[in-house]
């Protein structure tokens, strides 16, 4: 069965200071891969995806994410955090590929201290 | 841009009472889902449709839930008689129909059972 796995409960970070969110995934085939933000009180947000071609991603906000087949990974970067990144990030694969559900991470929540 | 709405943001009912919950997906998507989110959990899978009819449905998606688009706009899920721990945030989500295409997700409506 697909699994994705974030390792980290919770990050803090400092503004200004740069971001990794890791992301580890578990699927048979090619993977459809995705991280999504959420914000307090609001629903999900697509920050980029990774379908084929090129391993790294540009997405909004500035994020970036890297897909690394050998070590299963599509970890999130982001060179300089800003307070309004604070949110929860989720990693999500996609599954049973023609009924495209999602499989979610437990998600990283990110703080952002002055 | 186009986005998908749900509604009620905010739904407080009593133990075996039933519920509806309304999602208006992106116009021109013909692909439907609704995840929901425990609090301090991860985001699940419920149920996928397509084509007025279930294409899959996870274990949590029992004889209580159903999904239906009454008029062809609306995507609503229905809970038949609520129990406490049907009480999370519900994602409605839409597609495009492909499956390399992102799921776009409402803002969620909070679902409380008393």
């Known amino acids: 069965a697909q699994s994705v796995t974030q390792p980290d409960i919770h990050i803090t970070v400092s503004e200004g200071a740069s971001l990794e969110l890791r992301c580890n995934y578990s699927?048979?085939?090619?993977?459809?891969l995705f991280w999504y933000v959420q914000s307090p009180g609001q629903g999900l947000q697509l920050l980029l995806k990774?379908?084929?071609?090129?391993?790294l991603v540009q997405g909004i906000k500035g994020f970036e994410a890297e897909f690394k087949r050998s070590q299963s990974s599509f970890n999130l970067r982001k060179p300089s955090v800003h307070w309004s990144d604070a949110a929860e990030y989720f990693c999500?694969?996609?599954?049973?590929?023609?009924?495209?559900?999602?499989?979610f991470g437990t998600g990283t929540r990110l703080t952002i201290i002055p | 841009e186009p986005e998908v709405t749900q509604t009620p943001s905010h739904q407080v009912t009593q133990m075996g009472q039933e519920v509806i919950l309304r999602c208006v997906p992106i116009?021109?998507?013909?692909?439907f889902y609704w995840y929901r989110q425990i609090l301090g959990q991860k985001v699940e899978f419920l149920v996928s449709?397509?084509?007025?009819?279930?294409?899959?449905k996870s274990e949590i998606f029992d004889d209580q839930f159903s999904v239906e688009r009454p008029d062809g706009s609306n995507f609503t899920l229905k809970i038949r008689s609520t129990k406490l721990e049907d009480s999370a945030m519900y994602f409605c989500?839409?597609?495009?129909?492909?499956?390399?295409?992102?799921?776009?997700f409402g803002p969620g409506t909070r679902l409380t059972v008393l």
């Open positions: 999500a694969v996609l599954s049973n590929f023609g009924n495209e559900k999602l499989t």
């Open positions: 699927y048979g085939a090619t993977p459809y």
């Open positions: 990774y379908f084929s071609g090129d391993t």
């Open positions: 116009s021109n998507h013909l692909y």
């Open positions: 449709f397509y084509n007025n009819e279930i294409s899959e």
């Open positions: 989500a839409t597609g495009q129909g492909e499956a390399t295409d992102t799921q776009y």
